[in-house]
Structure formats: structure tokens, C-alpha cells
């Protein structure tokens, strides 16, 4: 994230991500990329179920609201949609209907508004996580 000169940076990539979380929720798709060490301790290969529950909890406790686990990657209607890729690279594709994708890459976050989706298309060993941000 690209911070104004009387803004210091966050001392950790959790509230790293919360700052970004709290400027850029109910606008349009937004990507962070933390710097320095990667944003989570648990080594690769990691159980992904307890890596999102455990950012959804930190995440909850920073920002002071929901934040869960997404079981799919639809559109959700009055939540945004986070999507963090631990290891690996993934093609991500919006949904609905857009035929441009991006890569997502180690250590990069994206953060999709409300009613929109995505399609992934991850290499072997990739591991993405993905949070649900209730915006109503």
C-alpha cells in the first residue's frame, strides 16, 4: 500500500492489511501487496481452513467487525470478498462477466466489492485463502 508521507507505515502486515481494509472497503477492486516478511508464521502447507480462520479472527479483532471464512468464491451481495495468496500463483478472473483476469501472486491480497466474484486458476502448489467482509 502506498503511504502519504505523515503516515507511518504499519509495524506488522496485519494491520498492514487492516489499514487497507479500512481505506478501501466500499469502493472499487483494490491490491495490496504487504512488504517485508511474509504475513503469516505458519509454514507452507498449512492446513488453509485454520490459516483463514485464524486471518479472519485477527482481521475481525483489528477492524472491529465481521470477517469470516469464504466457503465460495461467488458473488456475494452486501459483502466484499479478500482473497490473499499465501503460496504459489493463481489466475484470478472477476465474475460477473469479465474476461480480464489478473495474476495474484505470493504475498499479494485482492479485495473484490461487493457483488463480485471470482474464478481461480492456481498453479500446482498454490495456496490461496479467501475472507468475507460483511460491507451492510
Known sequence: ?????????PADPARE??????????????LLWTEGDPPDGEPSGAAPAH?????A???RRLLGRAVE????????????????????????????GSDQGLRLRSGQWLLLPPGCGCHL???????????RIPTA
Do not use: D, N, Y
Open 1 to 9: 500500500m502506498q503511504w502519504g508521507p505523515e503516515e507511518a507505515r
Open 69 to 96: 471464512p469464504a466457503g465460495e468464491l461467488t458473488p456475494g451481495e452486501g459483502s466484499a470478498l479478500l482473497l490473499f495468496q499465501h503460496h504459489g500463483a493463481c489466475q484470478v478472473r472477476p465474475t460477473p
Open 57 to 59: 479472527a485477527t482481521l
Open 17 to 30: 492489511v487492516a489499514a487497507f481494509l479500512h481505506r478501501r472497503l466500499g469502493s472499487g477492486p483494490a
Open 51 to 55: 490459516r483463514a480462520a485464524r486471518w
Open 121 to 131: 486458476k492456481c498453479r500446482p502448489g498454490a495456496e490461496p485463502l479467501a475472507l
